[in-house]
């Protein structure tokens, strides 16, 4: 069993930052892919940041070059760094951790950007 729990959200002003975490319970952390996603209201949940094992990232054009994905195996936790939030970027962002068969999610934590 996986369980995945995000920490670092809350409310920001436009131009501000925050650092999302997420730790993953569990053996194995280091060999397998972690991604970002985020849902805001009334819209369809959206990747925003992913990272292999090896540590090669993607990121969709609306975060690249603000948004920055990493992992530290060591404690079993990977990371999602914002910069310049948006207030475009509220939502709330769940942790996912694709594993052979199956899909783990966080429960998510709220980010709001005013404007």
């Known amino acids: 069993q996986v369980q995945l729990v995000e920490s670092g959200g809350g409310l920001v002003q436009a131009g501000g930052s925050l650092r999302l975490s997420c730790v993953v319970s569990g053996s194995m952390f280091s060999v397998y892919a972690m991604g970002w996603h985020r849902q805001a209201p009334g819209k369809q949940r959206e990747l925003v940041a992913a990272i292999t094992s090896g540590g090669s990232t993607n990121y969709p054009d609306s975060v690249k070059g603000r948004f920055t994905i990493s992992r530290d195996n060591t404690k079993n936790t990977v990371y999602l760094q914002m910069n310049s939030l948006k207030p475009e970027d509220t939502a709330v962002y769940y942790c996912?951790?694709?594993?052979?068969?199956?899909?783990?999610w966080g429960k998510g934590t709220l980010v709001t950007v005013s404007s």
């Open positions: 996912h951790a694709p594993r052979p068969g199956m899909d783990y």
